[in-house]
């Protein structure tokens, strides 16, 4: 069974930083391209930031560039948003998503 599980949620002040973890279980990361996207409050749903597995290229939203980094640890089937520098606006619960897969969310806060 293809499953993915996020963690490495929290709350922190702005300014800080998380780094949130997505494991794969039941496939290989590098089968398909990854994603980070995040729900807000009374929002929708968001792409932060993507690794293409054709070329291993990276995007990220204008929102989050140069703060936000994506990784992916093939080894440990393990993909990574390193996130600085943290806004307010950036409270959401954040989902990983690989092929047909969604994790289950983890919840960031920033809040002073």
């Known amino acids: 069974q293809e499953k993915l599980v996020e963690s490495g949620g929290d709350s922190v002040q702005p300014g800080g930083s998380l780094r949130l973890s997505c494991t794969a279980s039941?496939?290989?990361?590098?089968?398909?391209?990854i994603g980070w996207f995040r729900q807000a409050p009374g929002k929708g749903r968001e792409g932060v930031a993507c690794?293409?597995?054709?070329?291993?290229?990276?995007y990220y939203a204008d929102s989050v560039k140069g703060r936000f980094t994506i990784s992916m640890d093939t080894g440990k089937n393990i993909v990574y948003l390193q996130m600085t520098n943290l806004k307010p606006e950036d409270t959401a619960v954040y989902y990983c998503?690989?092929?047909?897969?969604w994790g289950q969310g983890t919840q960031v806060t920033v809040s002073s």
């Open positions: 998503h690989s092929g047909a897969n």
């Open positions: 039941g496939f290989s990361l590098d089968h398909y391209s």
């Open positions: 690794i293409l597995t054709t070329d291993n290229s990276t």
